[in-house]
């Protein structure tokens, strides 16, 4: 064991180094796991090739060839075509667009507002605490299509806005969630300690607060991204997201389940993007959460 | 024959870094009646010994590699799990540590006491419970019909802990392993249980293993008694010969480590009063639903009033500057309630506090962040006042960069500085708090408190939490600081023998309000009131032939 820690010492420290934060330590360790590197690697990769969809993507996302109808992979159409004979592979690089925008952005807000929102209301107490949470309550028991119905008629259909809409439906657990992490930290004699140094509220809530509520806001993070995604396709099934002939991974899926037996190329190809996508989040997840918390390390 | 011979018992843990060697070849034998101390700091592996005699150990990782344990004529180590469960809370039995976290929450404690005689001695409900009940008068637990259909949170300390020893004692066991019994408990409650113990010993001709790691309990109570350290038996012998001939270094360290006496008091403490508190009242509501019927019975009834809890009920003393101000009592007499009500940490519901003459009651909140540089606190618990997310260096640096008295330029210099100052390597600085030891996080948490170079310091049972050698170095690190800073200390402790060693004066609170508040020496060579004397008994004293003599003397009496 000695040996061990000796080598960790040589790894860890270097003379006259002494700045390491959480998160360059957390940097450091994220970069020694491989499968959230990976992860990490074909994010990135999926994210650029959705910016540069219209000039990299081999069709035009509109250009049907009615009288190829819905063939299976070829050499000119690598995924395939759909019925109208559109290319398949333009058409998930289009709709990759709209899924990972609506998967990010939604998720942000989510976290932003929720994570805000449940450290204020938690280290307040008291009344404010009540009270924020109260309001929490009431829109969770609004029934979010109908919130999102309204805000499409008032503000007209526009795709930001649907981000935010479903941002701000998501955000109520998160909220939630947080202010749980928070009543506990509150307890802990750390915090007690961070008042007593004369810290502000506002800087305990930023350096002691949230760095230690991290581990419960990644993991959900990551799991509210595809129910984003997912929720989005609804949306858009439903009339109120995008349109035909625009794209999404979630509509091209729920189009693909109709024609499932006769052409299953069309679930197929989506589908696996939707899945490398989610196992990516995944394991860059986990990785991320490990790599955050310094009791974590494996070596 | 003895009752229980353990020859050669070897336990390890196999853990990813390796092999850790928790006991290595511990030998020991007991006989009825009789008592056998093993003690030793955290990580010794003295409960793990014990612990392994009845497979109570995590396997994995734990595996006992060798040994043998004969207890009535077979071996335990090589028992069937069946046969095993047989001996578990039936012959021999166990008392935990913490009392609260032993017994389960749901069940009253008369349902948790049946349970083994229902289970291992196949009694009725009815037969089972008539025993219960008078076990449970023999623990003390008075009126004992009320008792058996309490909850364990209904129940103080000392009463849960007198449940488990009822617990244990039900199924009439020949052997009681008590890992720590008092460590959580008061000294008074400390003193009540070790001698039902005895007591008990004695009528049932019981074999006790007491664990703990304070020489000091085990004086009175230990026939023989093991020193163990990293896992070997470092010296074993009667108590006596362990007390007044130790033959090793470590057992010599130990017994010096007890505080004992008063340090040499400074002869110059200076008159002028650093902190004056006047009147000091601090009330808790109780608890009460916010929802229930008394909710709606308050909209008839307006005179009906809340019920208050008084932490601190009418406090006033003086600090004077560079003084060691000791407040001793136990848990529930509002002490801790006093310090953090005297640094702001919750409201108070009246009373004056003067700090340098500067009423620190209504001051404005930009007006209490600069008083907070100059009053600091010490918590008990080194494992939750430290943020585990912040190295020592970011721990450190932040009360300096925030209070402006460092620039990110220098910071390293200051920080270095103090890391020197609680004795810590340079190198600490990049790691984070799990990366050490109980000790080394009370020395992190200090170097946090004096980073502002505050006056004046309130150290809550900073010591509390540590074993005893750990104990002693900071309770030294404290008074070296202490007068190299020329800061003034309020040490709020339940432990007296901590106090007299530190404090110039000492105040004794009980049920919030100060019941007698003279110098140290003072206290010990003439207290006045009878609370303090009974404190002072309470002390076990770390000293076999003087703890023989006060027993009798209390035998006597009684």
Known sequence: ?299 | MSLLLVEGLTVNFHSRNGIIKAVNNLSFALDYGETLAIVGESGSGKSVASYSLLDLIPKPPGKIEAGKAIFNGSDLLTLKLGDLQKIRGNEIAIIFQDPMSSLNPYLTIGEQLIEPIIYHKKKSRTEAKRLALSILNEVGLNGPENNFYCFPHELSGGMQQRAMIAMALITKPKLLICDEPTTALDVTTQAQIIRLIQKIQKKYKIAIIFISHDLGVVAGIADKIIVMKDGEAIETGITYDIFYRPKTQYTKKLLSSIPRGEKEKKTSTSKEVLLRVNNLVKHYPVNQNKFSWQTFKLFNAKNSRKKYIKAVDGVSFNIKRGEIFGIVGESGSGKSSLGKTILQLTSLNGGQIYFSDKNLVNLRSSEKISMRKHMQMIFQDPYSSLNPRMTVFDTLAEPLLYHSLASSSNIQKHVFNLIDDIGLPRVSAKKYPHEFSGGQRQRIAIGRAIATKPEFIIADEPVSALDVTVQAQILELILNLTEKHNMTMMFISHDLSVVRYLADRIAVMRHGKIVELSETSKIFSSAQEKYTKELLGAIPLADPKKEKERQNTIMGIR
Request: hydrophobic share 50%; aromatic share 12%.
């Open chain 1, 1 to 299: 064991m000695l040996e061990a820690y000796k080598h960790k010492e040589k790894l860890a420290y270097k003379p006259n180094d002494c700045g390491g934060s959480l998160w360059s330590d957390g940097w450091i360790r994220l970069k020694k796991n491989k499968l959230a590197i990976v992860s990490s690697f074909i994010l990135g990769f999926l994210c650029i090739t959705a910016v540069l969809t219209p000039i990299i993507a081999p069709y035009g996302y509109e250009e049907q060839n009615l009288l190829l109808g819905a063939a299976p992979p070829s050499a000119s159409h690598w995924l395939g075509t759909d019925v109208f004979g559109r290319d398949m592979l333009t058409r998930i690089m289009y709709g990759s667009r709209v899924s990972l925008a609506v998967g990010f952005i939604a998720s942000g807000v989510a976290v932003f507002i929720g994570v805000l929102w449940g450290s204020l209301a938690g280290y307040s107490g008291g009344r404010t605490d009540a009270f924020m949470m109260r309001i929490v309550d009431i829109l969770y028991a609004l029934p979010f299509m109908i919130f999102i119905i309204l805000l499409m008629v008032i503000f007209g259909r526009n795709l930001l806005l649907l981000f935010l809409a479903i941002g701000a439906v998501e955000w109520l657990t998160m909220a939630r969630i947080v202010r749980g992490q928070v009543l506990t930290l509150k307890q802990q004699d750390f915090i007690e300690a961070a008042v007593s140094l004369g810290l502000s509220n506002w800087t305990i809530i930023r350096r002691h607060i949230i760095p230690n509520t991290l581990s419960p806001v990644i993991v959900y993070a990551t799991l509210t991204i595809p129910s984003v995604m997912l929720l989005e396709a609804f949306l858009s099934f439903l009339g109120l997201g995008i349109q035909p002939p625009q794209s999404s991974w979630g509509l091209l899926i729920s189009y693909g389940v109709e024609t499932m037996e006769e052409y299953p190329w069309l679930i197929f190809f989506p589908g696996l993007f939707l899945s490398i996508t989610l196992f990516s989040l995944n394991f860059l997840g986990d990785g991320l959460r490990d790599a955050l918390d310094p009791r974590a390390s494996k070596d």
